[in-house]
């Protein structure tokens, strides 16, 4: 008769090790060159690899070794992140690309995770060589290109000199003399105090949409938005 022999603690200890560090093992090797396309087309539309240049998402410069919830110029952290005691590093990069609602429960990030190990593996090593400053412009050339602009310093078209509303329309007049029409929920307002931000006074506006009848006017400060937009239709009776 088979009798159940109950491991020892230190053998069961050792054996969970075994399985978690062959785990590991089993996952190739990351390549920092597919890393940084994959960071193209998946991580940098929420964040930059500039320091302090924070998107939807907090700037990745530096990450390595850094604590979750630590860089100062980021406000936007989640409170589970802030006190999550983790520190960047292939490990814990490891569980929250997997799984970012899993491996930290009750934070802020959108994205649900990247599947593939061997991905996850690329994108660790492209981030681990991007945060010590060794080709930190790989993967421009897929999707990479910086995502700023100097806001005060565009064409013409893109520098707002007015805006009237008239009833279910905006009408945006640009430094080139030209007015566009757009219909009320077309026309977004976002503002960007940054230094890349537009002069005070002075918004900009900038395309989006396939289309060409929606676009975002983006001002120095919330309280410009108001007053800058004036409530006008061009006759008497109202029609624009």
């Not at 660790?124 to 005060?152: E, V, W, Y």
Request: hydrophobic share 40%.
């Amino acid at each position: 008769m088979l009798k159940f022999i109950p491991l020892a603690p230190l053998v069961l200890a050792a054996m969970l090790t075994m399985t978690v560090d062959t785990a590991y093992a089993a996952t190739p090797p990351g390549e920092a060159k597919q890393g940084a396309q994959l960071f193209g087309g998946t991580c940098a539309t929420c964040h930059s690899l500039a320091p302090d240049r924070n998107m939807t998402g907090p700037s990745l410069a530096g990450i390595w070794g850094r604590k979750a919830g630590s860089l100062k110029s980021f406000e936007r952290y989640s409170a589970a992140l802030k006190t999550s005691h983790v520190v960047w590093n292939e490990k814990s990069l490891e569980e929250w690309l997997k799984s970012p609602s899993q491996f930290i429960p009750n934070n802020r990030m959108p994205f649900a995770g990247v599947p593939n190990a061997k991905q996850r593996a690329d994108l660790i090593a492209f981030l681990k060589q991007a945060s010590s400053g060794r080709n930190p412009t790989a993967g421009r050339a897929s999707g990479m290109a910086p995502k700023f602009k100097d806001l005060k310093k565009l064409d013409p078209e893109r520098q707002v000199r007015a805006i009237r509303i008239c009833r279910d329309s905006y009408f945006v007049t640009t430094a080139d003399g030209k007015t566009a029409a757009f219909w009320e929920p077309n026309l977004r307002f976002e503002t960007d105090s940054s230094d890349l931000g537009p002069s005070k006074g002075a918004p900009a506006i900038m395309p989006a949409g396939m289309m060409g009848d929606r676009a975002v006017a983006i001002f120095a400060s919330p309280e410009e938005i108001g007053a800058f937009i004036k409530q006008q239709c061009d006759d008497g009776k109202g029609s624009p």
